[in-house]
């Protein structure tokens, strides 16, 4: 941690004890531990979504569950989160993590690839008019597939929704000239250029972290 991301962290309200285990285990059990939030965008992700009032929340990309404990402590007593993970050997941690943090029942951990759940979901909302749509939308899993993501739960977002999305600025990888050549970096530019040019949308690009782009559905 540098000085200022320490200096922040300091002057930022403290994580759970929950999510703290969650942030410990993620280090001492995968080797990904780069990937988890941390507290300063965990208490950013909790408070935008506070400030949105969502009753229904989807993330896509659980890794350890950070993010959706985050989140799901934004949700009103009969909220509900869903979250999306293709990596079953995570499923005992996340689960855990959930307990700790007395989530359990407002969460559900749906293990598998995010793409064919997706257009479950999508058959399970657009065709079950007593399924709620989401008022906030999480993107946080394979940058390749953001495109995908994107168009696959465009329709399932009520209208006055929210999409974030992390990760957008890549490393900055996003304006170097040229563009490096990798499918993360294509996949981030191309889903950063397709909701820039979406006129069903509002938003903007806030620089916290790695780049969190922040879309309303206003059509
Ligand atoms: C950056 S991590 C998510 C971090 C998490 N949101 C957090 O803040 O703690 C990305 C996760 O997405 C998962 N993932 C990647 N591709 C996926 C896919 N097609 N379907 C579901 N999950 C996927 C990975 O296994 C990984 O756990």
Redesign the pocket.
Known sequence: MNASEKYIEDHSTRQTEALEWIGKQTHIRTNHAR???GAVQGRFLKMLAEAVSPKNIL?I????G??SVCLAMALPENGHLDT????DE?EDLILEGFRRAGLEKKISLIVG???KSLERLRQEILHDKTRPEYDLVYI???KR?YPEYYRLVFDIVKKGGYIMADNVLWDGKVYQDPLPADRQTAGITAFNDMVAADPRTESVIIPVRDGLNFIRKIR
Do not use: I, K, P, Q
Not at 84 to 87: A, C, I, K, R, S
């Open positions: 990937m988890l939030t993330e990309g659980t890794f350890t950070y993010s999306l993970e293709v990596n995570l690839d995010a793409r946080d899993a394979n597939e």
